[in-house]
């Protein structure tokens, strides 16, 4: 049957304290609702329909996609009322798989195995084990052990509170019976709403059957309504996205202290130490190693090359065998070729570094080509801004740049070329020999140095 997800995302979330909508508070650097859109379309589903309300117009701002139809729950009254408004657009020989704004960690395996067990008579819902239940729905099953209704944490009784297994609130129905379901829904409980979960016990009386899948953990499960929750699945999506690294074969050191924010591939023996957190698009290579207190962003790490404690990586590319750092930062637009060393507080944007050059201590490059086998000393600065334009600096094969120099843009220096120590060179410095800028060295005589007047 063609497949229609619609997902749940209109709640306010007032337990979360905050002016952003419930499903737009961040995890791992994404909206609680994009990851569960990012799991909705790994299902190449036919049709995607969020169900907006509070918020709506950030919540569509923050979730693009041509793919998405929105609907919109000018009132909340319950779950029931939240997917009748989706219905509309939805045939009655598609299969309708629900899911929440709120719940992000959900595996695509779960809703595959969820979607495969309903059919044009089967309803399937998706379970839980909890050793708290409190504040979910219980499944009550009959004698026989199959799934007879589901009765809401607040309705229940003392008996029904006992059960263990909760309904998590993701079903896959189909269209048409769903539909009718709705249709009859009553708002005769303690919250006066129109639940979802009354849908279950419908369509044991229509004779259609009704099988609960039960969720490997709870914590893929876990919904999110307080900044409380919100760091327990942080801590669930950060432990199982270190889990898939290291059953690839990486290294992490403390899975406890490795932020993934992305999509992360890694070679063979890749070593993460602690306090790393990965974001964007970062690939690594085979032996790759990167030290404590590292952030890395939208990147790519050649083969053999080390990353050293406490650095910023964003936008860059390297070649293989790069040593890089500590305490160093390399910005958007940074290419690093084979072998080349950026060392301890070394600043590099938008330049492209040959192979076997070294900037190791104090150095800022910006908007510079280097060749290779470069030494750029201590203190250098490439001068790329005048306060309006950036200028770029082209530093030629075999150069040697002496400590304290200052490179002001545009400019060049030629192929094994030398610049003394301390100089500030503003014209093309020639191949092969040494070019020094300095001014006058000067002693004053009988030179005080001013004194601080005593107080009063």
């Not at 059960?163 to 609130?169: A, D, R, S, V």
Request: aromatic content about 2%.
């Amino acid at each position: 049957m063609p497949l229609t997800v619609v997902i749940l995302a209109a709640g306010q979330g007032k337990r979360m304290a905050s002016d952003l909508p419930k499903v737009l508070q961040p995890l791992a650097g994404r909206p609680l609702l994009a990851h569960v859109v990012a799991t909705t379309r790994s299902l190449e589903p036919d049709a995607i329909h969020v169900v907006h309300g509070h918020g709506a117009e950030l919540v569509r701002a923050a979730i693009p996609g041509p793919d998405i139809r929105w609907s919109l729950q000018s009132e909340q009254k319950g779950t029931g009322h939240a997917v009748v408004q989706a219905m509309p657009g939805i045939p009655d020989d598609h299969m309708v798989l629900v899911l929440y704004g709120d719940v992000p960690l959900i595996r695509p395996a779960t809703l595959k195995d969820l979607v495969a067990r309903s059919g044009p008579k089967a309803l399937a819902l998706l379970s839980a084990r909890l050793a708290d239940p409190t504040g979910y729905g219980r499944v009550v099953r009959d004698t026989a052990g199959r799934v007879a209704r589901i009765v809401e944490d607040k309705d229940a009784n003392h008996k029904e509170r006992a059960i263990g297994e909760i309904n998590t609130g993701v079903l896959a129905a189909p269209a048409g019976k769903l539909r009718g379901w709705l249709g009859a829904l009553k708002a005769d409980n303690s919250q006066g709403e129109y639940y979802l979960t009354d849908c279950i016990g419908a369509a044991v009386r229509d004779g259609c059957a009704v099988e609960a899948v039960i969720a490997e953990t709870a914590a893929e499960v876990l919904g999110v309504n307080d900044k409380l929750q919100l760091a327990e699945a942080e801590a669930a999506h950060r432990r199982n996205r270190a889990a898939e690294l290291m059953r690839a074969g990486v290294t992490v050191v403390d899975p406890s202290r490795l932020d993934i924010r992305g999509e992360v591939s890694c070679g063979r023996d890749v070593v993460l130490d602690v306090n790393i957190i990965l974001e964007g698009k970062v690939k690594l290579g085979n032996r790759v190693k990167v030290g404590a207190n590292c952030v890395l962003r939208d990147c790519e790490i050649g083969d053999d090359s080390e990353v050293r404690v406490n650095c910023l990586i964003e936008g860059v590319v390297t070649g293989n065998g790069c040593v890089i750092g500590p305490f160093a930062r390399l910005r958007p637009g940074t290419r690093l070729a084979d072998s080349v060393h950026i060392g301890n507080f070394v600043e590099v944007k938008n330049s492209e570094i040959g192979a076997g050059s070294k900037a190791n201590h104090l150095s800022y490059v910006g908007d510079t080509t280097v060749g290779s086998k470069v030494n750029v000393g201590a203190g250098t600065v490439t001068c790329n801004y005048d306060g309006v334009n950036k200028h770029r600096t082209t530093i030629g094969n075999g150069a040697f740049i002496g400590s304290g120099t200052m490179l002001v843009a545009p400019v060049s220096v030629g192929v094994d070329a030398t610049i003394g120590a301390g100089s500030t060179i503003t014209k093309p410095a020639p191949a092969g020999k040494l070019t020094v800028e300095r001014s006058r060295q000067q002693t004053i005589e009988n030179w005080k140095r001013p004194e601080k007047k005593p107080p009063g």
